[in-house]
């Protein structure tokens, strides 16, 4: 998953904040029982994660693709006191998992759980406004996610999107379906003048965007 050399990966990790004894309990848990453990975020791009819900101060949060919750726990970090991050997963067999994850690190207060396909949660929701939206879910609906989220998301609030360097695929001569939707989505937003946006190159890639 990693475009970085493992070497410098490890440098990064070693002189940035320590990873939260709760979260490294989560990391190890995913890894010995979860298919596709590379799928979590990580220590070093929770870290980002936090510190980029810390500086927008969030009142909202809304994620798309819970996981194993490792994310939701590092945006909520930064959310007011009377935050809430509202967070969707497709797979229902997590809940038990997530549940526990969330009370062990003291954020089930401030997590909205939903199970079901995104879209369709995402049309129905309540909350009007976000603050702050990861997107990290299944990559070929990146783009309709973007746009599905986008007159929900205050000026000046942040969209991040994970794993938009697909392993280097989308700068390389592959034409696979999900290499072309991201590289779609990739382009679509570079020419997006709605917004200001960069792509940091944090284990598979994560795109930063601030809505104006």
């Known amino acids: 998953m990693d475009i970085l050399p493992h070497s410098l990966q490890l440098y990064l990790e070693d002189h940035c904040d320590p990873e939260p004894t709760g979260l490294q309990k989560i990391n190890r848990e995913t890894y010995l029982k979860v298919l596709r453990p590379h799928m979590l975020s990580g220590h070093y791009q929770g870290r980002l ?13 809304l994620e798309i693709g819970t996981f ?36 062990s690190t003291n954020v089930d207060k401030k997590v909205r759980l939903h199970f079901g396909a995104a879209a369709q949660i995402i049309v129905e929701m309540e909350e009007e406004i976000f603050d702050l939206v990861f997107i990290d879910a299944d990559k070929k609906n990146n783009l309709h996610y973007f746009n599905l989220i986008f007159d929900k998301v205050r000026s000046g609030g942040l969209i991040i999107i994970d794993n938009v360097l697909w ?32 792509i940091l190159p944090v284990r598979d890639g994560i795109m930063i965007i601030r809505k104006k």
């Open 167 to 198: 392993k280097g695929k989308v700068y390389g001569s592959e034409s696979d379906t999900d290499t072309k939707s991201i590289r779609e989505l990739n382009d679509q937003i570079a020419k997006d003048t709605r917004v200001e946006k960069l």
């Open 49 to 61: 994660l936090s510190m980029l819900s810390k500086m927008v101060q969030p009142r909202r949060i």
């Open 68 to 103: 194993t919750g490792y994310a939701t726990i590092c945006l909520a970090e930064g959310l007011t006191e009377d935050g809430i991050i509202h967070t969707i997963e497709i797979d229902r067999e997590f809940e038990e998992m997530l549940i526990q994850h969330f009370k």
